[in-house]
C-alpha cells in the first residue's frame, strides 16, 4: 500500500528527512458510488434508529456509505470520508455509533445518523486493522484486531469522552482539530505506540484512555468475534487455531485446534458456548467452548470461507467465500443448500429480516432472498445436499459434476457500484492517465484537472496506449496508484516541481506564450483554491499573505535546512488559477495528506474550511501556495553543442558550450542560428549564470545560455530573406517543434552532452 505522509527522522538525525506527501484522489462523477470491492456490512433497524432501516457499507475506496432501505430500492445518504486507506470492518454500537477500522492503522467514531461526521480517530494499532467485534448488550464494548497480532478491547463511551488537552494524544477527532462546523474537539489521550513519527509524547498518560490489550498472537489477525455481554471474545488468523479471551482481562482462556490454514471468519453465539469458523481450508467448524472441542466440520465450499452468518437461534449457518458462493447450512443435521452464486469472491454478510446482504470484491452490493425468519423452507425445495466432514469430500463431489443447482438465479436488489480501475499508464505529456476498469471501460483522464476527457469505451487498454503516444519528454512529477480503485495522484517534494511547460503549449490565454509555467505548483494552487479562498474570508487577509501561516519558528528553521528556495518570480503574486488547473467542483478530488500533528486525513477540496494550517498540510505545499516559494530542484537546464553539419557553407561563432532549459523548442535554436549568422554583430547578452535573457554570452564567457526569449521576432526590419535553417541530430532532421529534452530522449539517447548540427537547407 501507499503510507500516506511519510515518517520522519528525529531532529538529531543525519540522514534527510523524507517530506510528508500530498495525495489527490480523483472522483466518479457520481461520488454517491463505491469504486472499489465492499470489504464490511452494518445494519442499523428502525428498532434502533430514527424509524428507518440503514445499510452502512464500506470499502477499499477508504469510504463508507450509509443507505437508506425500503422494499425495492437503497439510496445513499451520507458518505462517510475520513480514512485514508481501504475500510475494513464496521460495526455500530451504543445508541448510534459507527465504529471502523482501516489498513490506515486506525479506528474511526462516527455518528451514524449524521452527514458523515468523523467524532474520533483512535490510534492504537500500529499496523493494518483488519477486523471488528462488538459485543449486543454491553453496547460500549468493541474488539480491534490487525497485522502483527495485536487486539486491543476498547470500552468506545470512555475512548471518545473529552479529556484535557494538555497531554499529546493518539485519539484525535475527526479533521485534526476541526469538526463538522469548525468548532475544535477536545482531544482524548491515548498511549503512542508509532515512535515513527516526529510528535511529540508525552510520557504522562494517566489521565488517557488505555485499551486492554490482548496478548498472545504471533501472527496477523482476521477475525474476531465477542458474545452479547462482551466477556468473551474469540481470535484467529494466519496461526490456523481459534484463540479464547476473557475480553474484561485481555487474559488468555484457551485456544481450539483444527483448522489446517488461515482463520478468515468467526462467530458467537449469544451465550458465548459455541463457536463457529470459517477458514482458508474451505471448511466451517463448529466448537464448544466448554468442552473445548471441534462438535462438527462441515465441508460446503470448494475454497476459502471468507465469510459466516448465522440466524438469531444460531440453528443455521450462511456461509460465502472465494469460490463465490453463499451456503445455507443446518448445524444439527448437516443439510446444506446452495443458495446462490456470483461472479466475485464473497468478503462479508448481512442477514436483514429475510434477506441477505452481500458484499464482495465488486463494488456493488447485492440483496438475496435467504428466508432468514424460517431456513426450513429453503430445504423444502430440494436441491440439498449432506456436508461432508473432511474438506477433499466437496471437492470430489464437485469434480464428479454433481455440483448443486442454485436456488436462486438473480438477486432481488442490487446497490451498483462505479466499476474499479484494475490498470493506468501515465502518458508521455505528463498530463494525461490511460484508465481500464474493472468493466473494461478504457477512459483518459486529464489529471490537472480531475476529469475524464475521453471515455473510449470497451477498446484494447494497449492499442489505445499506442495510439496516443507521444514523442516528448517531460520530467516524472507525479506519481499515481489505484489501491483505492480511483486514481491516486501522489506529490512529493522537491520532485512535483520538476516539470515545466511553456503557457502556449497549455492554451493559457493572456499570459504570454513564452513564460513556463510549473505543472506541480499549478496543480496545488488548483487543488488549495477552495481552502484559500475560505482562509481569506476567515482572515480577511489576501489568500497570498507573504508568510502568515509560515512565520512560525518550526517552519523557518526547515526552510534554513535547505541550500537555496526559490522564488518564482515570474509570478509573484500571481494567485490566479488557469484552466487547465481549475478542478472540477461537481466531483471534486480528494486530499489525502498529513501536517506536523495529528497524522494523516482525508477530505474533499470543497470540504477545506480555511482553518486548517502547518499542523495539517506539509509546509513546502504552504510554502509554495502561500508565498510563490519553491524547493531547490534538479537542473532544469540541458546543456549541448551546436556544430555545423560536415560540408555546411553556413558557420556561425560560438563559444565552447551552451545551455538552455529543457523545454526549450527546437525553433528558437533555428532562430539563434539566423540571428548569429545574418548580424554582425550579437544581440544584447546574457547572463552568464543561466538566467534567461536574449542572445548569447560574450566571448569570455565558456558555457553559453540560449534562452527562451532568444529572438522573440528573429529579424530587423531590413532582412528581407530569411534563410532557411534545419537543425540535425544524429544525422536526423528534427521537428522544430520538439524540446532539447525530447532530442536527448528519443534521438541523442546518449549520456553525454547532447550535439545538435546546422545547415541550410537547400532551395528545391
Known sequence: MHRVGSASNGNNSTRPRKEKRLTYVLNDSDDTKHCAGINCLALLTSEASDGSDYLFTGSRDGRLKRWVLSVDRATCSATFESHVDWVNDAVLVGDSTLVSCSSDTTLKTWNALSLGTCTRTLRQHSDYVTCLAAAGKNSNIVASGGLGGEVFVWDIEAATTPVSKSNDSTVDESSNGINGSGNSLPLTSLRTINSSTNMSMNTNQTQGYIPIAAKGHKDSVYALATNESGTILVSGGTEKVVRVWDARTGSKTLKLKGHTDNIRALLLDSTGRYCLSGSSDSMIRLWDIGQQRCVHSYAVHTDSVWALASTPTFSHVYSGGRDFSLY?????????????????????????????????????????????????????????????????????????????????????????????????????????????????????????????????????????????????????????????????????????????????????????????????????????????????????????????????????????????????????????????????????????????????????????????????????????????????????????YLQPCEGSSVQIVTQGKLSAPRILRIHKVINYVIEKMVLDKPLDSLNADGSFAPGVTGSQSQHQTVGDGSFRSGFKPWQKLRPSIEILCSNQVLSPEMSLATVRAYIWKKTEDLVLNYRLVQSR
Not at 457 to 472: D, H, I, Q, T
Not at 580 to 607: A, C, N, Q
Open 328 to 640: 445455507l447450512t443446518d448445524l444439527q443435521t448437516r443439510e446444506s443448500s446452495l443458495l446462490c452464486t456470483g461472479e466475485h469472491p464473497i468478503l462479508q454478510l448481512a442477514l436483514h429480516g429475510d434477506n441477505m446482504w452481500v458484499a464482495s470484491t465488486d463494488s456493488s452490493v447485492h440483496r438475496w432472498p435467504t428466508e432468514g425468519c424460517n431456513p426450513e423452507k429453503i430445504f423444502q425445495r430440494g436441491n440439498s445436499f449432506l456436508a461432508g466432514n473432511l474438506s477433499f469430500s466437496r471437492a470430489r463431489v464437485s469434480l464428479e459434476g454433481s455440483t448443486p443447482v442454485p436456488v436462486y438465479k438473480e438477486p432481488t436488489l442490487t446497490i451498483l457500484g462505479t466499476p474499479a480501475i484494475v490498470q493506468h499508464g501515465v502518458l508521455n505529456n505528463k498530463r494525461h492517465v490511460l484508465t481500464k476498469d474493472a468493466s473494461g471501460s478504457v477512459k483518459l483522464w486529464e489529471i490537472t484537472k480531475g476529469v475524464v476527457i475521453e471515455d473510449y469505451g470497451k477498446v484494447s487498454f494497449e492499442e489505445k496506449k499506442e495510439e496516443l503516444f507521444e514523442m516528448v519528454s517531460i520530467p516524472a512529477w507525479f506519481t499515481v496508484d489505484t489501491r483505492l480503485g480511483s486514481l491516486s495522484v501522489h506529490l512529493d517534494t522537491p520532485q512535483c516541481f520538476s516539470a515545466e511547460m511553456y503557457s502556449a503549449d497549455l492554451n493559457i490565454v493572456g499570459k504570454p506564450e513564452d513564460d513556463k509555467v510549473n505543472l506541480g505548483r499549478e496543480t496545488l494552487k488548483g487543488l488549495l483554491a477552495h481552502w484559500l479562498r475560505k482562509r481569506k474570508q476567515r482572515t480577511g487577509s489576501p489568500a497570498s499573505a507573504n508568510g502568515e501561516l509560515l512565520s512560525g519558528k518550526d517552519i523557518a528553521s526547515r526552510s534554513l535546512t535547505h541550500s537555496r528556495i526559490e522564488v518564482d518570480g515570474s509570478s509573484e503574486n500571481d494567485t490566479m488559477v488557469y484552466p487547465p488547473f481549475e478542478f472540477s467542483v461537481t466531483s471534486p478530488p480528494s486530499i489525502i495528506t498529513e501536517g506536523s500533528h495529528g497524522g494523516p486525513w482525508r477530505k474533499k477540496i470543497t470540504d477545506l474550511d480555511g482553518t486548517k494550517d502547518e499542523k495539517d498540510f506539509p509546509w513546502w505545499c504552504l510554502d509554495c501556495v502561500l508565498n510563490n516559494r519553491l524547493p531547490p530542484r534538479e537542473n532544469t537546464k540541458c546543456s549541448f
